[in-house]
């Protein structure tokens, strides 16, 4: 094998490195955009043209600079989602959003914040997206769905027997998406709890006022 093809193995490499990493954790994607970074020091040229104009005219240099703009995309809408969700702050959860529309995990807590703030069409509408999204996963990936869901509107659950509902359609959003998400749970398990939790939501839902 001459240096040439070497070369070529070990970029498409690293860019096929980087793009697992997206489903790990910052120490593991951060590792490997090191990783990338070192190897440009090697094509500081084609890299500098990268930079510039979204392009170097090195196929290998332009898979690995696209795959690392790929986690460093997912490591920037990481931390907005995590400073959102621990403040409240529904600008920051919105643009994490912006960069991975397809992260149902995104939306779920989107869509929670949304629903507490009052902004319950809105809040139905990143719901509905996020059951678009989950269907790109496995089956598993629809079961955390629900959970995540169920843990995160049970959340608010204090805050609105204390204070009550706005409208009756920010009661009915909540208690009918918590039915769904035990919906979904009781379609997997097939346990009479879930069964029973999606049932009394449902009835919830009904009585809205």
């Avoid at 500098?48 to 995309?73: F, I, P, Q």
């Avoid at 009918?176 to 009479?192: I, T």
Wanted: hydrophobic share 40%; charged share 25%.
């Amino acid at each position: 094998m001459n240096g040439m093809a070497k070369k070529r193995i070990v970029a498409l490499a690293l860019a096929a490195l980087m793009l697992v990493t997206v489903g790990c954790d910052a120490e593991s994607r951060q590792f490997v955009i090191d990783l990338a970074l070192e190897w440009a020091k090697e094509h500081a040229i084609d890299v500098g043209k990268y930079t510039l104009l979204g392009r170097s005219g090195d196929d290998e240099v332009d898979a690995v600079m696209g795959a690392r703009d790929v986690v460093s995309n997912l490591q920037e809408a990481d931390k907005l989602m995590e400073e959102g969700r621990a403040a409240g702050d529904l600008t920051k959860m919105e643009q994490a959003v912006e960069k991975r529309p397809g992260d149902y995990t995104y939306r779920v807590s989107y869509g929670a914040a949304l629903l507490q703030s009052g902004d319950t069409a809105e809040a139905e509408a990143q719901f509905v997206a996020a059951d678009t999204a989950v269907t790109s996963y496995g089956s598993q990936h629809v079961q955390d769905y629900a959970t995540q869901g169920i843990d995160e509107l049970g959340a608010l659950r204090p805050g609105f027997e204390r204070n009550g509902f706005a409208t009756k359609q920010q009661c009915q959003a909540y208690y009918n998406r918590l039915a769904y998400f035990y919906g979904l749970r009781y379609q997997e398990a097939r346990e009479s709890y879930f069964q029973s939790q999606q049932t009394l939501y449902t009835g919830l839902a009904q009585g809205c006022k």
